[in-house]
């Protein structure tokens, strides 16, 4: 079945720089790729909804100059947080939909995950 | 807005019995999707079950089935026959269509006792 890869799966880095996280569609042009934050035991929170071509929709509450959404081509959506904070970190998982699948199977893929640690 | 409210934090239950996790939403959309989600320990998440609301018909995938009460806007996952596979966080989900966002409910996490 389709897949949906992250890159990285765990990072950690120093307050104040800044982190890309990579989500990738491995069989599958995704127009559309959701970016998702999860504290630990905790729900996921939408982010935001990365469409290709045009600027990301940020879910209220969500910075949009602290996390930047790239969808620059039809399998690659990038999610950069910029200057970093301890508060920042968190499990981030990125998802995407196959406009292939007919009606009756899977709406969305999710990716595996990428753990961030801000020291 | 659309809400999903899982009332049950942790359960538990015997290998090989049957448990029911509890699910209620809020919308004023006739025309919608549910799931649950699992998501064990590698955080991976696993679609469970999907319905869809125009159907009637129950989902049902082997072991898993869902009760969805749509004037009740209850949408509940009846686990038999719990393997200790099973053992993980469950996630109730609703989504508008196919394309659109997936709002989840805040999870019930599921303890299988040998």
């Known amino acids: 079945g389709a897949v949906v890869s992250q890159h990285p799966s765990r990072v950690i880095c120093k307050s104040g720089t800044s982190v890309k996280i990579e989500c990738r569609s491995l069989d599958f042009q995704a127009t559309t790729m959701f970016w998702y934050r999860q504290f630990p035991k905790k729900s996921l929170m939408l982010m935001a909804t990365?469409?290709?071509?045009?600027?990301?929709?940020?879910e209220q509450g969500v910075e949009k100059d602290k996390f930047l959404i790239n969808h620059a081509s039809l399998t690659l959506s990038t999610l950069t947080v910029t200057s970093a904070h301890p508060e920042d970190s968190s499990f981030y998982i990125c998802?995407?939909?196959?406009?292939?699948?007919?009606?009756?199977?899977?709406?969305?893929?999710f990716g595996p995950g990428t753990r961030l640690l801000v020291l | 807005a659309q809400t999903v409210t899982q009332s049950q934090p942790e359960m538990s239950v015997q290998e090989a019995e049957t448990v029911t996790l509890s699910c209620t939403y809020d919308t004023s959309e006739s025309d919608y999707y549910l799931f649950w989600y699992k998501q064990p320990p590698s955080r991976q998440m696993i679609l469970v079950i999907r319905?869809?609301?125009?159907?009637?018909q129950n989902a049902t995938e082997n072991r898993f089935s869902v009760n969805f009460q749509k004037a009740a806007k209850s949408f509940s996952l009846k686990i038999s026959d719990s393997q200790l596979g099973d053992a993980a966080m469950y996630f109730c989900a609703f989504a508008m269509n196919r394309d659109d966002k997936i709002i989840f409910g805040k999870g019930t996490r599921l303890h299988i006792l040998p």
């Open positions: 319905q869809e609301a125009y159907k009637q």
């Open positions: 998802s995407a939909r196959d406009p292939r699948l007919a009606g009756g199977q899977e709406t969305q893929y």
């Open positions: 990365s469409n290709e071509g045009s600027k990301a929709t940020y």
